[in-house]
């Protein structure tokens, strides 16, 4: 096994590593905050989450020596982020949470269910996950206009690093922000020095479970996790040559899940992204030593997971607005990239529209979130179009 170890694997996993954790840490804080989590239990989620998605970027790759990347579940941080707090506060956040990681392992075990999933016309699973983005994505606009001074270099960044190369945009954007915050924040405070220890100040989340959170919070993260990054990344995989059992996958990143979830940590799955970048020639002329490149990046989450009390207090400095418009400028490629699938089909169009638009409204009927209502009208409207036809 070290004997596979190569100078490409290792450079290319801790480019990933790099461009994973600096385009999406934002968007994990922001979707904790809105949860109603305090700094600290952000801190305590951030943790976690990176912890659970290096040990399952070391353990997946070494088990069953392929580039088996895993990433948190941005889109479902980003549904968090964009989905009216509950009742039950955090409390009732982390339970629903629990309840994904549940389904998840569910999945693993019982393959009809991955197959209901797969099931779900992919015009729909896009727009629902195009739903989820938008409001995120609104953030650098609203936040040029409220503080612009803040945000325009932050977006002029982003732009040069998209020119250059599009993985570069998110860590010359994350860089910009540093900078801002460098000079237009005393970062020197009492309260930035307080966290810079290696673990953060754990604290305890009590779950609540109720059947709004199930289907207001648990089902959609479910959703989107499974059809934005499970299955994306599944193909990734498959795309590159390499033959990928899934279940076995789904039940290990859903363990995983459900061990960090009474943390507040959104569940990890399949990398897509940075999956592609690991699994492919950059990586390595040899694909049955590219493993090493996901291995690689796995022991840098490590690393990176004792950096959430620091980075959270940072963040913490920072005005939220200036922190979402960072969180939005990230999730822009996949906001594109969804909504082009979503309506790839000229002869259903309504049905990804209706779904897009109920997800995107922040509508709640009967106390369950427009999410789950996308999904419900948009199926019935391309069932009911279909047998038309």
């Not at 004997?3 to 461009?19: E, H, K, N, T, W």
């Not at 289907?215 to 990928?244: D, W």
């Not at 690393?303 to 979402?324: E, R």
């Amino acid at each position: 096994m070290i004997r596979q170890l190569s100078l490409p694997a290792v450079y290319m996993g801790l480019l990933a590593a790099f461009v994973g954790y600096s385009a999406s840490f934002a968007i994990v804080l922001a979707g904790m905050k809105a949860m109603g989590a305090t700094d600290g239990q952000a801190a305590t989620g951030l943790f976690f989450a990176t912890l659970g998605m290096g040990i399952c970027s070391i353990w997946l790759p070494a088990v069953t020596r392929i580039p088996a990347a895993v990433a948190w579940s941005t889109p479902g941080a980003a549904f968090l982020a964009a989905t009216a707090i509950l009742p039950g506060g955090f409390g009732e956040a982390v339970g629903a949470m629990i309840c994904c990681a549940g389904l998840i392992i569910l999945t693993g075990f019982v393959p009809a269910l991955g197959r209901i999933v797969a099931a779900i016309p992919k015009p729909i699973a896009n727009a629902l996950l195009a739903g989820v983005l938008l409001k995120l994505c609104f953030a650098p606009a609203l936040a040029l206009g409220t503080i612009p001074v803040l945000v325009l270099p932050v977006l002029v960044a982003w732009v040069i690093g998209l020119a250059w190369n599009r993985l570069a945009a998110m860590p010359f954007a994350v860089i910009a922000f540093l900078v801002v915050l460098y000079f237009s924040v005393d970062t020197s405070g009492s309260v930035l020095q307080a966290n810079t220890a290696l673990l953060p100040a754990f604290e305890p989340v009590a779950p609540a479970f109720t059947l709004q959170s199930l289907f207001s919070i648990a089902l959609p993260l479910y959703l989107v996790t499974m059809a934005g990054q499970n299955i994306p990344g599944f193909a990734v995989l498959e795309l590159n040559n390499y033959a990928v059992d899934r279940q076995p996958l789904i039940r290990k990143t859903g363990l995983a899940s459900m061990m960090i979830a009474p943390f507040g940590a959104v569940p990890v799955n399949m990398s897509a992204i940075t999956a592609a970048m690991m699994a492919g020639e950059d990586a390595g002329r040899d694909p049955a030593t590219r493993y090493w490149a996901a291995i690689t990046s796995g022991v840098v989450y490590v690393g990176l997971a004792f950096a959430a009390a620091p980075v959270t207090s940072l963040a913490g400095l920072a005005p939220s607005a200036l922190i979402t418009a960072v969180a939005g400028l990230a999730l822009i490629p996949a906001l594109v990239g969804s909504v082009s699938a979503a309506f790839s089909d000229t002869s259903q169009l309504e049905a990804p529209a209706m779904t897009f638009l109920i997800a995107a409204s922040g509508m709640t009927l009967f106390g369950v979130s427009g999410a789950f209502w996308g999904v419900i009208v948009g199926a019935i409207i391309w069932i009911a179009k279909t047998r038309a036809r």
